[in-house]
């Protein structure tokens, strides 16, 4: 009954309306009924379940064994979420989603934190039973679902229900390859750049220092020892509380010298384009491009910076986090790139087009957790 919802499709990620036909054909099954606004246009958000679990150290529990198994031995104890807790930074804790998976053997899925997961530099990650890789649900795969989650800078509240991650379902091979994101960048303007860098499967993007996406903002550095975020409450909290605004200084070189653990909150440069049928993901940290982590919530959904959906002029907005030693970005340096892949099918709801997406026509822009800054 599976294979019948994807049979059909040409090779792609599935839209909103074969999400929920895999719903209705099982593939995917939940402790309880699916949220209304839970199905994105090209992705399914995960929900936390009941029981978390504070575990000694992040693990992958490898073929043949469940992560149940691999929970006797790691756990330093188990909680309740029905009411809410907060988690530490410098914690890492286990929690069982509430969806599951039956995948037909044709159909595999990619997980990947919310935007507003990786804003708060919440680092979270998919696991499954057998994994021997975060993040990735092979073709076939059956089973539940468990999500890794490690506050970074700021303590949060969660609950049963909270949404943190994010999955999107794959069918055959549907990257595009430089040919043909050259090919997509002369059509559609993937990237407002001059001259579009495009290599490795990816087109470059590169950050804003000079204060051009919003006036004499550079980005934002995230303070230490603050207050609890609570993840399901939208604009609420005073931005002063949380972050230092890094101001461009007039006469000095648009540069930014990133210090070592520290976070910041960027934008690129470039205005981004995800056209109807297709969507895209920024590619995880390049150590060629220097020494520094940058975005930890890399989809982008079909319709994002469309114009017709409201979003003209979107900017990518960078999570940024330097390694071991301090490094310094110059205005425009190429901080990652974009990959693109075809869509099995193209959405009946674009991103932004009557969704309330909290991101679309994004410039510099906090997560939605704060109070607006002008934008």
């Not at 909150?265 to 220097?290: C, K, N, Q, T």
Request: charged share 25%.
């Amino acid at each position: 009954m599976t294979v019948r919802a994807t049979e059909h499709l040409k090779p792609g990620i599935l839209p909103a309306e074969a999400i929920s036909a895999l719903k209705a054909a099982g593939a995917i099954s939940c402790r309880r009924p699916l949220d209304v606004d839970q199905i994105q246009p090209a992705s399914l958000d995960l929900r936390l379940g009941r029981t978390a679990w504070r575990v000694r150290a992040s693990f992958l529990p490898g073929a043949g064994v469940s992560v149940k198994e691999r929970l006797a031995d790691l756990a330093l104890h188990d909680f309740d979420l029905a009411k809410g807790a907060v988690l530490e930074t410098g914690c890492v804790y286990l929690v069982e989603l509430f969806e599951r998976l039956k995948l037909p053997i044709d159909l595999a899925a990619a997980a990947n934190p919310k935007s507003s997961t990786g804003r708060l530099d919440v680092f979270v990650r998919v696991i499954t039973d057998g994994a021997r890789a975060f993040d990735t649900i092979p073709a076939g795969y059956n089973g539940p679902l468990y999500l890794e989650i490690s506050p970074r800078t700021f303590p949060i509240l969660v609950r049963t229900g909270s949404r943190l991650s994010q999955v999107r379902f794959r069918r055959g091979v549907s990257r595009l390859s430089d040919l043909e994101l050259l090919s997509l960048q002369s059509a559609e303007c993937l990237v407002d750049a001059a001259q579009p860098d495009v290599a490795a499967g990816g087109i470059a993007l590169g950050v804003d220092l000079a204060g051009e996406v919003l006036a004499g903002l550079q980005g934002f550095r995230a303070k230490k020892h603050t207050g609890v975020i609570d993840v399901d409450e939208a604009g609420v909290l005073d931005v002063e509380d949380f972050w230092e605004p890094i101001r461009v200084r007039e006469g000095r070189t648009a540069s930014l010298v990133l210090d070592p653990d520290a976070f910041y909150i960027l934008a690129s440069r470039e205005a981004v384009h995800v056209p109807p049928d297709y969507a895209a993901e920024m590619v995880p940290f390049d150590p060629l491009v220097g020494e520094f982590r940058v975005h930890y919530a890399g989809f982008f959904d079909p319709g994002f910076g469309n114009p017709a959906a409201g979003g003209r002029g979107a900017r990518a907005v960078l999570e940024v986090r330097s390694r071991e030693v301090p490094f310094i970005l110059e205005h425009g340096q190429t901080v990652g790139r974009l990959v693109y892949e075809r869509m099995a099918g193209r959405p009946g709801t674009l991103y932004g087009a009557d969704m309330r997406s909290h991101y679309q026509g994004q410039g510099l822009k906090l997560s939605k957790h704060f109070k607006p800054v002008g934008n």
